[in-house]
């Protein structure tokens, strides 16, 4: 499993997870589709915005391995703002490639793009 290094572990003054310590030695957690709604909590669209600026600032619009990346995080923004970068994709493996909808992103989250 790639370590994805200088990525930020969590969400500064928060409990939110960007990244994890160590492989699954059962395999990785899945990728799915998380539907988020309009009553989320200020805290979990606080995670949203940033997590997609830690991609950003670490990716840009290059294709990335999922490595360390939690997959909890992940499965918030994959399908729209995150989509698998190669075909086939398989969401349980640890080198499975993403990356990054520019569009769709800066739209759903403007405030992770400003600098």
Avoid: C
Wanted: proline share 8%; net charge neutral; aromatic share 12%.
């Amino acid at each position: 499993m790639l370590k994805h290094r200088g990525f930020p572990g969590r969400l500064p003054g928060t409990d939110f997870q960007f990244t994890i310590r160590r492989a699954n030695p059962k395999g990785a957690t899945p990728l799915t589709v998380r539907e988020r709604r309009s009553d989320r909590r200020a805290a979990d669209r606080r995670a949203d915005i940033g997590f997609m600026k830690a991609l950003w600032d670490a990716f840009g619009d290059q294709p990335f391995e999922r490595g360390n990346l939690d997959a909890g995080r992940l499965s918030w923004l994959f399908g729209r703002e995150v989509l698998p970068a190669t075909d086939p994709f398989d969401p349980a493996h640890y080198e499975a490639m993403l990356v990054i909808n520019e569009d769709v992103a800066r739209a759903a989250f403007p405030d992770a793009f400003e600098d």
